[in-house]
Nanobody
């Protein structure tokens, strides 16, 4: 069973920075892609950033140029560096991963973390 554990959320003033982390644990063969999504109160969950195994990245329009996604050398930890934060970035941030469980798996499974709250004060 794979678990995704987010950390790094908190309260920050507008213009500040935060770094989120997501640690994938458990038995897995390969991570196809990992990403961050967010959901603000009363709004739908939206893509923040995603990074594929090959290193390709994609960002939501509202965070381009301010946020940066990265993974560590063993590829099990995902980071989101958030700069120039605004109150509109306030949301619960969720980690998501497409993972191939075993070498013999014919399909990937999709996992979500529990989320971490980011609050940006004006």
């Amino acid at each position: 069973q794979v678990h995704l554990l987010e950390s790094g959320g908190g309260l920050v003033q507008a213009g500040g920075s935060l770094t989120l982390s997501c640690q994938a644990s458990g038995s897995l063969f390969s991570i196809i892609a990992m990403g961050w999504y967010r959901q603000a109160p009363g709004k739908e969950r939206e893509l923040v950033a995603i990074r594929t195994r090959g290193g390709n990245t994609n960002y939501g329009d509202s965070v381009k140029g301010r946020f940066a996604i990265s993974r560590d050398y063993n590829d099990r930890t995902l980071y989101l560096q958030m700069n120039s934060l605004t109150p509109e970035d306030t949301a619960v941030y969720y980690c998501n991963a497409d993972i191939i469980p075993t070498m013999s798996s014919t399909r990937s499974n999709n996992y979500w973390g529990q989320g971490t709250q980011v609050t940006v004060s004006s």
